[in-house]
Every structure is written in C-alpha cells, then in structure tokens.
C-alpha cells in the first residue's frame, strides 16, 4: 500500500514565511529557510514553496531563496508562483527545485500544462487549484491570482481536464478552509479524488490530528498539506505521522 505525505508549506511574501486565514490576514511565521531545513529533518515528506506574491506582482519566483532552500532541504521540494514558460521551470529546477506547481498560467493557458508535461515529464508538474464554493451557483469554482479572481471554471471539471493534459498530481486548497483550523475540505477533496487517477494533495484547514486522519479516510487524499500547525509548533511532524499509524494510515517513519 503507498504510504500517505505529510508536507509542509512555505507560503512566501517577501523572501518570509507567511500565513493568513481565507487567504488573508497575513502574518509572519518565520524564515524559511530554517523552516524547510527543520521540517526535513523532523520527517516531512516533501516540502511545498509558494511565492504567494509573484503572479500578483507580475515577477518570477525567488530563484535565489530557492536555491538556499533547496540547499538546506533532502526531500522532495516543490516550488510553485509566477511560473509560465518551460524557461521558468528550468530556472527553478536548476536551483534545485524537483517539481513545480502552476496555477494561474494555466488557467490563463491550459495548453503550458501540456508543454511542461511534455518537456519535463508530468512527474514534476503540480496543478494547483484554488478553490471556493459559490452558494449562488451551489457549485465550487476555480480561483486564480492568489485567490484574488474567481474564473468560470468549475473545480471537479478544471481537475479532470489538467490530468488529462499531463499533470502528475494535483495541489487542492480550499479557500474556505484555509487557516481556519477547522478541518479539511473532505468532501470536495473526496470527490475530486474519485474523478482523478493522479495524487491529490489536500490543503486548508488543519489543526487537528484527526483531521488527517478525516482527510486520509473520508477525503481519499494522497497527502496533507498544512502551514501554520507546524510554523507555530502546534503539531510536530513526526508526532502527527506517529498519531495517523496508529489509525491504521501507512506512512513514513
């Protein structure tokens, strides 16, 4: 049985680890290349880096934070913000990233996803999908720009159709839990996990071990991605991997 991922996320602004709530509200949480050097050696199984900014600010990821990361960190490191081209992602692979997650460009371009899947194999190319549900249109829409800009695309569908063009796995963060603390998602992440074959990786809203342990089970996740219960040293990794063995969940150890 493939063991479930715990990763740690990264959200930079400035060259800091940053965390909000619903996307807002944000309040520094660190350096992060300390950060990301501690969560390797407490056992994470990969790390997450978003420059939460750079699609915003029009500018390209900090390739220089990232290779001083990537210099710290031993396990899988996935950098994603302000990505676009195939020449982006060679920069941030040759800085020492291992895969890298894109967002916006391919909503604003569904075919990079398909130059990148292409050009680097779909095992380094992350999607990740931003998303809200509209109460109006009792339906989940996919969110760009940081999650400034809500687009027409509906969630389930943007999930099916960037498997189909090459995605290896697929980052889904649900704005509505984001930093709440509350619990994941579990039902969207269920069934965006049941109408795609390729990883899906949950974010939004852990503060509980046993919120893993939901999204494991209930939410069908491949991995769980948190922030702020590892920043502020509310749960330590390798005691939350402990936790979820004994809840029969296969991990890591």
């Not at 050097?37 to 900014?53: H, M």
């Not at 400034?148 to 889904?172: F, H, P, Q």
């Not at 039902?187 to 503060?207: K, Q, W, Y």
Request: aromatic share 6%.
């Amino acid at each position: 049985m493939l063991t479930k991922r715990i990763i740690p996320c990264l959200d930079i602004k400035e060259g800091r680890t940053v965390k909000g709530t619903n996307f807002v509200d944000l309040r520094d949480a660190g350096d992060p290349v300390e950060l990301g050097a501690l969560y390797a050696q407490q056992g994470a199984d990969e790390l997450v880096f978003l420059d939460i900014t750079a699609t915003v600010d029009d500018r390209k990821t900090l390739v220089n934070l990232v290779r001083e990361v990537a210099r710290h960190v031993n396990i899988p490191f996935t950098v994603g913000g302000g990505i676009s081209s195939i020449a982006d992602v060679s920069a941030l692979l040759n800085a020492g990233a291992d895969k890298v997650s894109i967002n916006s460009s391919a909503v604003r371009r569904p075919e990079l996803v398909d130059e990148l899947a292409l050009a680097f194999g779909s095992q380094c190319i992350i999607v990740a999908i931003d998303t809200r549900f509209e109460p109006a249109a009792g339906v989940d829409f996919v969110h760009t720009h940081g999650g400034r800009r809500i687009t027409e695309l509906k969630t389930l569908e943007w999930a099916r159709e960037v498997e189909n063009r090459g995605a290896g796995e697929i980052l889904l963060t649900s704005m509505d839990a984001d930093g709440t603390k509350a619990g994941f998602a579990c039902d969207l992440t269920a069934r965006i996990s049941s109408a795609a074959s390729i990883p899906i990786i949950a974010s939004g809203g852990a503060g509980t071990m046993e919120h893993f342990t939901e999204v494991f089970t209930t939410g069908k996740a491949d991995a769980g991605l948190a922030a702020s219960i590892f920043h502020f040293k509310e749960i330590e990794i390798l005691a939350l991997k402990n936790y979820l063995a004994t809840q029969g969940i296969p991990m890591r150890i």
